[in-house]
């Protein structure tokens, strides 16, 4: 079946550092991927909608200069938190729609990257 | 806006027993219903959906029956095992919306004892 990986999984970093958080399709290719933050016993909440070869749609809310997004192949979208702070610390997870699929809203999800910033 | 409303968790049940866990919707038009659920250090696995009014969803012994009437989705599972530990979570996906945007709804723990 399709598989997302994310990486790392988990990094823990210094206030006002950049990371930066990659999405790769493994098996599939993607025009479309999706990034998530879930707080600690919440949902998870949009954040931004990632487009191959064009600019990422961000959710009201979200910044754009905070939360810098590329999604420069098909199979690649990455993540980059700049000048980090402590609540920016989460959990943050990638989601892929195959382009080639026939099925309906289906997705595929990473198994996330945990942020800690000290 | 969209919004999706479960029951509060955690849930724990012994093995064998049976599961419902709540999940109402606010939505316009027409959404498809999802139950996302998520293992312990592993990404959300779709179980199973429905795309339109009195569908029912099935996977792995779960069900869940598109309502709009009660404009509700609630997972049901006849007899649940320890493996079934697991946050499950309800979601929708508009339609008319970009294919693939998520609301999620809190998610909720499910234990389940031998």
């Known amino acids: 079946g399709a598989v997302v990986s994310q990486h790392p999984s988990r990094v823990i970093c210094k206030s006002g550092t950049s990371v930066k958080i990659e999405c790769r399709s493994l098996?599939?290719?993607?025009?479309?991927m999706f990034w998530y933050r879930q707080f600690p016993k919440q949902s998870l909440m949009l954040m931004a909608t990632?487009?191959?070869?064009?600019?990422?749609?961000?959710e009201q809310g979200v910044e754009k200069d905070k939360f810098l997004i590329n999604h420069a192949s098909l199979t690649l979208s990455t993540l980059t938190v700049t000048s980090a702070h402590p609540e920016d610390s989460s959990f943050y997870i990638c989601?892929?729609?195959?382009?080639?699929?026939?099925?309906?809203?289906?997705?595929?999800f990473g198994a996330g990257s945990r942020l800690t910033v000290l | 806006g969209n919004s999706v409303t479960q029951m509060e968790g955690p849930v724990t049940l012994s093995e064998e027993a049976f599961l419902t866990i709540n999940c109402t919707y606010t939505?316009?038009?027409?959404?498809?219903l999802f139950w996302y659920v998520q293992y312990p250090g592993e990404g959300l696995q779709l179980l199973l959906k429905?795309?339109?009014?009195?569908d029912k969803g099935s996977n792995k012994g779960f069900e869940a029956t598109y309502r709009k009437e009660t404009t509700s989705f609630h997972l049901e599972k006849g007899s649940v095992q320890v493996s079934d530990s697991a946050v499950y979570f309800c979601?929708?996906?508009?339609?008319?919306?970009?294919?693939?945007?998520?609301?999620f709804g809190q998610g909720t723990i499910l234990t389940v004892h031998p």
């Open positions: 989601s892929a729609r195959d382009t080639g699929g026939s099925g309906a809203n289906v997705l595929t």
């Open positions: 098996d599939f290719q993607a025009t479309t």
């Open positions: 990632s487009n191959e070869g064009s600019k990422a749609t961000y």
């Open positions: 939505a316009t038009g027409y959404p498809s």
């Open positions: 429905a795309t339109k009014a009195d």
């Open positions: 979601a929708l996906s508009s339609s008319g919306t970009s294919y693939g945007k998520l609301t």
